[in-house]
């Protein structure tokens, strides 16, 4: 993996999972509060709260969360008995909000390890910090909203493509044979007109684009609190005092940048403490104040955001580095500085702590802030001074925008790193040769691997690549070249696809990354309202070790449709398809996925049971009683599992029924498989 900003992120199977769980559990909490009002009519606000906690139960259990699906439920139980109305259901709020409590904390520690048991050896310590518990930055549901307006302001950019054309058609009839004067001159007027109103639009499109991408800047004072916290919990644990000063809190960063950031700084203030700053009495025999200082600055330099993070402490002791690398199996040279030194100590994942304890002696501290380098194509330094404190350092871009060289792959665009791209060729097929190690292509002398994008991606989805056809007679060729290392150039490969888009400037997000996705893909970009992939170059060159066959045309495919109304299920759904070759769209309610199937041919849909407005149920039959769709293959995959629940789906005309409590991916292609050869 390069240290590109696309390179993809450290795998979180419950990435939308807490995105989604925090916003059900915040509304359920709302709920509850209302229910205490007896202004209020108790029967719709029960039938909400019944709504987001079923919802909830679900997610929980597609992601394998028993824990949270118990106590969802047990709040669906709580709450039945006042469904209809006509009881007081203030008098179980109380225990609601206990049941939200538990699943709040069961949401929060989600992705750390069970904290170990203190001995009494070692005193009291704070929680295990092996993977520390982050609260991210609080952007969700503005974030949401945010990016609804960017996608709206896509889409107004094909009304501009209209009126362009219609201004082109004008144009054109500048010399129409026996037109008058008048007609000529009430042509152009209409050409002005439609100019106008497209230059005002595209415009306004843009401002509005714009705008919108700076309401995702987040302040940097948002994560202030939690750095501040973390600084305390390790003081108490140690019995050290310290206080924290953020400096340049009023920067604002990109969200999903400081998302991938605050972790690392948390862990910059906790090493701090935990292996900087002294005890007072140490402090007091060393002239020092009692209490430690802790500095985290952020700043802008250029295109690049710099965060370091300073503190008055003890500094690093350059013997016990050297003793912990030793110990690792790690060849220092004898004369190396103390720079060499720090960088060792940074990239290595040593400790220098004489004893393990939940806060220090693992080694971890230094892998995150290295880590959240990699991923985003940054920079770390450490820099120490003895007896007066240490730096850490982390320089990053200022956003996690790329330009891309957009490129069609199996029927779906695909971006590419425009700076991983040196040549783009047409390529005669009679250029490629057929090799024993597969097939090359001569690019300025230099034989090069020659692999089907598609093909590659297939593969690494582990899926049949795409069935041949007559090959055609060029190929349009990417030359891509993954990042060297000192010493080494970068290798390079020509990827062939079966055409070219042209170039975008898209925002790059994570993946959804619930499951396991192919290792071509460092991340998505949305186009309107469809995530679309980005490579990861140093994957696709790799790739191109394991020669696929010559590339050739795949054949159609109609895509996949996602209907649910749990962000989680969609998106874990969506990224089991992708990864397996499927193209997918995604609708959040029954009324827009019959919407969207009215109007677009799909190979198969997938729908939940339970959801606002028009259900699973309802979905099935308006689909069976449309001729246009009475065919179409439609799968339940709803935690509506009983067997009267699979009778009703099957005489709705379900065709298949997948348990979310039981939900494998493998069953879940398996059966998209089955239905697909079958239609």
Not at 54 to 71: F, N, P, Q
Not at 382 to 394: A, C, F, I, K, N
Not at 625 to 630: G, I, T, V, Y
Request: aromatic letters at 2%.
């Amino acid at each position: 993996m390069t240290g590109s900003p696309l390179a993809q992120p450290p795998r979180d199977r419950y990435r939308y999972f807490r995105v989604e769980a925090r916003e059900l559990t915040d509304a359920l909490a709302t709920g509850l509060g209302q229910l205490r009002d007896p202004a209020n009519d108790p029967e719709p606000v029960v039938q909400a709260l019944l709504r987001h906690a079923h919802t909830l139960k679900g997610a929980a259990r597609v992601v394998d969360e028993a824990g949270i699906a118990d106590e969802a439920h047990a709040l669906e139980e709580l709450l039945g008995p006042y469904r209809e109305g006509g009881r007081q259901a203030a008098a179980v709020v109380e225990d609601g909000l206990d049941l939200v409590d538990r699943m709040v904390h069961l949401v929060d520690a989600l992705g750390s390890p069970a904290a170990e048991t203190p001995s009494a050896a070692t005193g009291p310590e704070v929680p295990e910090t092996a993977e520390p518990v982050v609260e991210r930055v609080t952007v969700r549901a503005d974030l949401v909203d945010v990016d609804e307006v960017i996608r709206t302001a896509g889409r107004g950019g094909d009304q501009v493509t209209v009126l362009r054309s219609v201004e082109a058609r004008l144009a054109g009839l500048r010399d129409l044979p026996g037109a008058g004067p008048d007609l000529l001159a009430g042509l152009a007027a209409v050409r002005r007109i439609v100019s106008g109103a497209a230059d005002r639009m595209e415009r306004d499109l843009r401002q509005i684009h714009d705008g919108a991408q700076r309401l995702r800047l987040v302040a940097v004072s948002a994560i202030a609190p939690d750095l501040e916290r973390a600084a305390r919990d390790v003081a108490g644990a140690q019995g050290k005092r310290v206080a924290v000063d953020v400096v340049g809190g009023r920067v604002r960063l990109d969200a999903p940048l400081l998302s991938v950031v605050q972790p690392a700084l948390q862990q910059m203030v906790r090493n701090a403490v935990a292996h900087g700053i002294e005890t007072p009495d140490q402090r007091l025999a060393a002239g020092k104040p009692v209490e430690g200082r802790i500095r985290v600055e952020v700043t802008l330099d250029g295109a690049r955001a710099r965060f370091r993070c300073r503190d008055d402490g003890r500094g690093v002791d350059l013997d016990a580095v050297r003793n912990a690398l030793a110990g690792k199996g790690i060849a220092v040279p004898s004369g190396a500085s103390s720079a060499q030194l720090l960088d060792l100590l940074l990239r290595a994942g040593v400790s220098t702590a004489e004893r393990v304890t939940e806060v220090s002696g693992r080694g971890i501290g230094l892998d995150v802030v290295r880590e959240a380098a990699d991923r985003l194509g940054g920079r770390a330094h450490l820099s120490t001074d003895p007896g007066r404190g240490t730096t850490v350092e982390l320089v990053t871009p200022l956003s996690l925008t790329a330009r891309d060289l957009v490129v069609v792959d199996a029927g779906q665009p695909v971006g590419v790193p425009l700076d991983a791209v040196r040549q783009v060729a047409r390529v005669p097929a009679a250029d490629v040769v057929e090799g024993p190690n597969g097939a090359t292509w001569m690019c300025e002398d230099e034989p090069l691997p020659f692999l089907s994008l598609s093909a590659a991606l297939a593969t690494a989805a582990g899926v049949a690549a795409p069935t041949r056809r007559e090959a055609p007679p060029a190929w349009s060729v990417l030359v891509m070249e993954a990042p060297g290392t000192e010493g080494f150039p970068g290798a390079r490969v020509a990827a062939a696809v079966p055409r070219l888009l042209g170039t975008a400037e898209p925002a790059v997000r994570p993946l959804p990354l619930l499951t396991p996705a192919t290792a071509l893909v460092a991340g998505v970009w949305l186009d309107g309202d469809t995530p679309r992939l980005v490579l990861d170059p140093a994957a696709v060159v790799a790739a191109a070790t394991r020669r696929g066959p010559t590339p050739a045309v795949p054949a159609p495919r109609a895509p996949v449709l996602v209907i649910d109304d749990s962000l989680t299920t969609r998106m874990l759904e969506q990224s089991i398809l992708e990864s397996a070759g499927y193209r997918v769209e995604v609708a959040s309610s029954a009324e827009e996925g019959l919407a969207r199937a009215s109007r677009t041919r799909y190979s198969v849909v997938l729908c939940d049971v339970e959801m606002p407005g028009m259900d699973g149920f309802g979905f099935l039959e308006q689909v069976r009683s449309r001729p246009e769709l009475r065919d179409l293959p439609c799968i339940l995959v709803t935690s509506r599992a009983s067997a009267a629940d699979r009778q009703r789906g099957l005489d709705a005309g379900a065709d298949a029924h997948i348990d979310k409590g039981q939900f494998h991916q493998g069953v879940l292609l398996e059966t998209i498989h089955r239905l697909l050869e079958a239609s």
